[in-house]
């Protein structure tokens, strides 16, 4: 059952809600008064034409299929969690129809899961880093007279001091058990050095895990080292890890706990000790909330101790932006560091970072992460405290990611976009053609309830729909080359018109009776020319904006 489910469950599915003009909270008597009403409508014992009448068959086919849904609590569970498509899936029978909302999602998630274990064994998962250390101290820290007779003729030398590259890879073994590869290799300073690591992955419970692992490769000798992961309850878990390394000096054993505790929902609490040669404790507070990031460590250790602190900011905008500081001191010194964090694209966030300390000097740290790829590049630019690396750190990769993002990746995600769209069309035009045969098809059985209804708005001076518009509307004078996209839905409005009122709820339009949605994925809004008590009015709405017609100040003032 589960393999059959899409991620893409409401791609081309028909809204019932908005099909009956309800609200998704709408009660059985809302559902039933706008049954009731389409029925009248659409029923085919209504029309005598025998053309007309196979169209009203449809029309009202779908209809009681929407009520028939939504009027039953099991039914429209599932499909409020996975729209139309959900309810064709074969296997809903084995779910109890007592069951509720949360329960039914509660299967679905199950049934993922052993979706996904399944898909396991065509995983790799593959994860990566590189990192390039650049040495770039000569153009701030060159202050001897005699620069100008050094070879090269004084220009600064830059370099890369250090590199290290590792990847791993992941290959299931069973549903529980998962073997991990990973290799890495490094040099700094003309030394270079590799490494290769196996680890066994079996996930023993729902509540814990256990690995064993091996390395071979590094300098200090092969490794041997196990780690075990156990939910002690549901805000509380504890992480142990031991290794022993065989080296020539002899057998080097590390070994280190962790505990952890969800103190409220967005603040955890964390006990780590480590012991062996650097032994230390370390106590750490970290709140995370939709808007900010908080974090405050203390490590007491010999012979690292420190303390630090870091707090980000985190922008309600669709690139994720951050902005972030920390401050770490220590009888190392102390160092500053702020940087910044933006989305550029789809799968890429890029970042970049000062660090700033005393006796460590400036260094920008620039960073890339491409999908499971993570890029590093930290930039040394000097050994002291100079204002002018200080700055030039701080300004150059701000000016340079604008230019970037202006002239590269500015036009590249708008033509991503651009492509995506018209293959959005493409693959959608059968189903936009079906759809406005349909929208026709129910404005030619609405004309004469709609000729009805203008008699009796008339008559009272009530509500009559002049003109209506729905789809894309062009008024940027940089798009005169542009055509706008919309239909008339003047006569589905009117329609709907009861009692010298419009009310259409909080759903997108296209898929109210009469409507078809001509520029599918592009934003989409109604406009609306109506008179109400003798007087003409205007309203534009957005495609998923509830709308009531005419407003209150209109009464008003037909009332005064």
Same mark, same amino acid.
């Given at each position: 059952? %589960? ?64 009520? +028939?849904?939504?009027?039953? %609590? ?21 779910? +109890? ?38 040495? %770039? #101290? ?21 370099e890369i001091s250090k590199m290290h590259i590792s990847q791993s890879i992941e290959a ?24 290769i690591n196996v680890t066994l992955r079996r996930v023993t419970s729902a509540r814990g ?73 370390? #106590? ?55 940087? %910044? ?62 230019? @970037? ?84 839905? #003047? ?5 709907? @018109? ?21 520029? @599918? ?40």
């Amino acid at each position: 059952m %589960a393999a059959s489910l899409d991620d893409d469950f409401e791609l081309n599915n028909q809204d019932y809600y908005s099909l009956l003009n309800v609200r998704k909270e709408a009660t059985l008597e809302e559902l039933k008064a706008s049954y009731r009403r389409l029925c009248m409508l659409y029923h085919p014992d209504k029309h005598r034409n025998p053309e007309l009448k196979g169209q009203a068959e449809k029309l009202f086919n779908q209809v009681r299929q929407a009520y +028939e849904v939504l009027t039953d %609590a099991h039914s429209r569970a599932i499909y409020d969690i996975f729209g139309k498509k959900g309810l064709e899936v074969e296997g809903w029978e084995v779910v +109890e129809r007592k069951r509720t909302p949360a329960e039914i999602r509660e299967e679905y998630e199950r049934l993922q899961r052993e979706r996904e274990e399944r898909r396991l064994h065509q995983r790799t998962n593959p994860k990566g880093i590189i990192s390039v250390g650049v040495d %770039a #101290t000569d153009l701030f820290d060159r202050y001897d007279e005699d620069f100008e007779e050094m070879p090269g003729g004084g220009f600064p030398h830059i370099e890369i001091s250090k590199m290290h590259i590792s990847q791993s890879i992941e290959a299931p073994l069973t549903n529980s058990d998962t073997a991990v590869l990973s290799g890495s290799l490094s040099t700094q300073n003309g030394e270079g050095q590799g490494s290769i690591n196996v680890t066994l992955r079996r996930v023993t419970s729902a509540r814990g895990w256990g690995e064993v692992e091996f390395e071979a490769g590094d300098i200090l000798g092969p490794l041997f080292g196990v780690k075990v992961f156990r939910n002690i309850t549901s805000r509380c878990f504890v992480t142990g890890q031991c290794g022993v390394q065989f080296s020539p000096r002899g057998v080097r054993r590390t070994c280190s706990l962790i505990a952890a505790r969800q103190l409220d929902q967005h603040t955890m609490g964390y006990l780590k000790w480590r012991g062996g040669r650097s032994s230390a404790m370390t #106590t750490s507070l970290v709140r995370d909330t939709d808007s900010s990031h908080f974090s405050l460590s203390l490590q007491l250790g010999v012979p690292n101790s420190y303390l630090m602190m870091s707090y980000a900011f985190k922008f309600q905008d669709e690139d994720k932006t951050r902005v972030r500081g920390s401050v770490k001191t220590g009888w190392f010194g102390t160092v500053i560091e702020y940087g %910044a964090e933006r989305k550029i694209s789809r799968h890429s966030v890029m970042s970049a970072t000062v660090s700033v300390g005393v006796p460590q000097g400036v260094t920008l740290k620039l960073k890339l992460e491409r999908a499971s790829q993570t890029y590093l590049f930290p930039v040394h630019l000097t050994d002291q405290l100079l204002p002018s690396a200080v700055f030039y750190a701080t300004v150059g990769p701000l000016l340079v990611y604008m230019a @970037v993002h202006r002239l590269i990746v500015l036009p590249y995600t708008q033509a991503q976009k651009k492509q995506e769209l018209e293959l959005q069309k493409k693959s959608s035009e059968v189903d936009i053609a079906k759809k406005k045969q349909e929208a026709e098809s129910a404005v030619v059985l609405m004309q004469e309830s709609v000729r009805r209804i203008m008699e009796a708005e008339e008559s009272k001076m009530g509500l009559i729909i002049l003109n209506a518009w729905y789809g894309k509307f062009v008024s940027d004078v940089s798009q005169k080359k542009e055509k706008a996209r919309v239909v008339d839905v #003047t006569v589905p409005l009117q329609c709907l @018109v009861k009692d010298s009122k419009l009310i259409l709820t909080e759903a997108s339009k296209g898929g109210l009776p009469g409507f078809y949605d001509p520029c @599918v994925g592009e934003e989409k809004s109604l406009k609306i020319l109506y008179q109400f008590r003798g007087v003409m009015h205007q309203v534009i709405s957005a495609d998923t904006e509830p709308l009531r017609i005419p407003k209150q100040s209109h009464r008003l003032e037909a009332g005064s």
